[in-house]
């Protein structure tokens, strides 16, 4: 069993940055792919960017050139840079992971609670 906790969300203006946190505890997702969704109010959750246990990363168009994933695995910890925020941007954001979980395909097991990131105009 595998718990997520995220930090890092607030209020920010447009163009500012915010930096996302996902912190593992429970089990050791050195081995896993970690992925950050995140839900508007009335939209589905979207994959923003994920990145693999040997870290390559994806990131959704909307994002690309703004958000940089990372990871840590000495900390069990991942993260999620999001740089020149757009309010197109609001949304809670979601931390993923599960077993052998391949972001091209789907989602994982594991869900953190949620942090709230709120970017005004």
């Known amino acids: 069993q595998v718990q997520l906790v995220e930090s890092g969300g607030g209020l920010v203006q447009a163009g500012g940055s915010l930096r996302l946190s996902c912190a593992a505890s429970?089990?050791?997702?050195?081995?896993?792919?970690i992925g950050w969704f995140r839900q508007a109010p009335g939209k589905a959750r979207e994959l923003v960017s994920a990145?693999?246990?040997?870290?390559?990363?994806k990131y959704a168009d909307s994002v690309k050139g703004r958000f940089t994933i990372s990871r840590d695995n000495a900390k069990n910890t991942g993260y999620l840079q999001m740089d020149s925020l757009k309010p197109e941007d609001t949304a809670v954001y979601y931390c993923?992971?599960?077993?052998?979980?391949?972001?091209?395909?789907?989602?994982?097991?594991?869900w953190g609670q949620g942090t709230q990131v709120t970017v005004s105009s």
């Open positions: 993923n992971t599960g077993l052998y979980v391949d972001y091209n395909l789907g989602r994982g097991a594991y």
């Open positions: 429970g089990s050791s997702f050195t081995f896993h792919a």
């Open positions: 990145i693999s246990s040997g870290g390559t990363t």
